[in-house]
């Protein structure tokens, strides 16, 4: 039997299961409907979709595009130059870290038409594609460089011979995981954007009908759309891999990112600048939109909200306690999420027929709208810590696996031969070569996932458990406390700042171990 029919009988007898728990209401009483009464509520509705569908289309392709060439246009200036990508790292996690439910109110209230959606989704494509654009571009072999360098060639030759082949691979496969994004940015800003059109505003206006099915119709709808992108996207990825990849392992180990200046003096100007640079430009967007001050509160005005205002101690307080609840599960959900990913890319490596049939389920779980997923989850596993972290893994899970898989796939296959022809077994030849030579992609997925672990948790806590900075800013919302949503904001970018820069100490430990065997 060939591959592809080993898999087609595998989804066949995967949507057979799924019928016979629907039909029967086997799984959580009924809130998971056969797919034959997916199909058949989808048909009767089937006249309702096309306005929605172009209309979330439109943003996302908009917002998808926007951001991933400003992405591809900022990891060009920080890949050639480290100063910059130093002084505009707390800006970047900034964008990444942002918590969508909190800043939809803002964007709708500020922008007009579809550019809140578009800003949303483009936000949600420039973390992913930047952090590609700079792996690929200073993953490179310096033997290359060097060859390019002898025969007279530049910076320019050097960026257009070298840099960009090798690149390509790793910038598509990031364009792969933003495309999802900006499906899922765009439906998060219909939710609370107020238009008539866009598969969010259909989901939000079926909640209140008791009818799963429609809702399971409208989630992969958005799965389906998602992952035409992401197919499109996976074809040309696999194109430019097979004509861009490398023959040999880098002769030395990558150094991760730089540790900044040797100086100390100019390396604390330089960390002071990256902490006060994303302050500046928020000052600075909220005088030049000329916003209220009773919806957009500017840093000074924050400070005077946390620190010195008549009501600052119980603002801190329920800021503390609610940190409290959530952090712990934070960690857990980004630890499982990272290893689920790396679990399945090394399956993916051994047994490639088990990640195709595995990469649908990923998919959904990205792209499914949390308002159609979580009454499902919550059914089956209730409104505590289990479901929160089942939610977070399904934010953190896909990013991390697709740059863990590229970094993978990436592996030289002329490199294992020497392991192979001394009789390794495959996971020898994993532990000694793959993951070694993968292991600035294992980081990149670390980097992707510490940020999203915490807006998974909030995402849980504010439409699931009623707990923890979710809860916290879903309250803030419904009394129109402006405060405390901006302070909610400003401490979940703090808290993803302050992971991220664990994860790329850890990768600057890791690597140096590696880079002096």
Not at 194 to 206: E, V
Not at 504 to 509: L, P, Q, S, T
Request: with cysteine; aromatic share 6%.
């Amino acid at each position: 039997m060939k591959a592809w029919q080993r898999d087609l009988a595998w989804i066949v007898l995967a949507v057979l299961v799924w019928e016979i728990l629907g039909r029967w209401q086997l799984v959580a009483q009924g809130a998971l409907p056969a797919p034959s009464a997916i199909a058949a509520r989808w048909w009767l509705d089937r006249s309702d979709y096309p306005p929605h569908i172009a209309a979330t289309a439109l943003s996302a392709s908009l917002g998808f595009l926007a951001g991933s060439a400003a992405a591809i246009a900022a990891g060009i200036l920080f890949a050639l130059s480290p100063l910059a990508s130093r002084l505009a790292r707390g800006v970047n996690i900034a964008i990444f870290a942002l918590p969508p439910i909190a800043v939809v109110p803002i964007l709708v209230l500020c922008l007009d038409g579809i550019a809140p959606r578009v800003v949303l989704a483009a936000l949600g494509c420039y973390f992913p594609v930047m952090t590609a654009t700079v792996l690929g571009l200073t993953q490179i072999d310096p033997r290359a460089l060097d060859l390019v360098r002898a025969y007279g060639g530049g910076a320019g030759a050097v960026l257009r011979l070298i840099r960009a082949r090798s690149a390509l691979p790793v910038i598509l496969s990031g364009l792969k995981v933003a495309a999802p994004n900006a499906v899922l940015g765009a439906i998060l800003a219909e939710f609370g954007g107020g238009g008539r059109y866009g598969l969010g505003a259909y989901l939000i206006g079926s909640l209140g009908r008791a009818d799963p099915a429609r809702l399971w119709g409208i989630g992969l709808s958005a799965t389906a759309m998602a992952g035409l992108a992401y197919a499109l996207l996976a074809v040309l990825a696999r194109r430019a891999t097979g004509q861009a990849r490398a023959v040999t392992i880098a002769a030395t180990a990558s150094p991760g990112e730089a540790a900044g200046p040797a100086d100390p003096l100019l390396r604390l100007l330089v960390l002071a600048g990256a902490a006060i640079l994303p302050f500046l430009i928020w000052a600075g967007l909220v005088d030049g939109f000329h916003l209220p001050a009773l919806i957009a509160k500017s840093p000074a005005a924050l400070a005077d909200y946390l620190i010195t205002g008549p009501n600052a101690a119980s603002v801190q307080a329920r800021l503390l306690a609610a940190l409290g609840e959530t952090m712990p599960t934070v960690l857990l959900g980004l630890l499982a999420g990272l290893a689920c990913a790396f679990l399945l890319a090394l399956a993916g490596e051994a047994a490639p027929t088990l990640s195709r049939l595995l990469l649908p389920t990923a998919l959904v779980t990205q792209t499914m709208p949390l308002v159609a997923l979580t009454p499902l989850l919550v059914l089956l596993l209730g409104r505590g810590t289990a479901v929160t972290i089942a939610i977070t893994v399904s934010v953190t899970f896909f990013p991390a696996y697709v740059a863990i898989a590229q970094g993978l796939a990436l592996v030289p296959r002329a490199a294992l031969d020497l392991p192979r022809a001394y009789g390794a077994s495959w996971w020898r030849q994993v532990r000694i070569v793959s993951i070694p030579a993968a292991l600035p992609h294992l980081f990149a997925a670390a980097r992707l996932g510490a940020p999203r672990a915490l807006l998974g948790v909030m995402i849980a806590e504010w439409l699931a458990t009623g707990r923890g900075l979710g809860n916290l800013l879903n309250q803030a919302r419904g009394r129109l406390d402006y405060g405390m949503i901006w302070a909610v904001a400003l401490v979940s970018v703090l808290i993803s700042v302050a992971l991220y820069q664990l994860v790329v100490a850890g990768e600057r430990v890791t690597l140096r171990r590696f880079g002096g065997r």
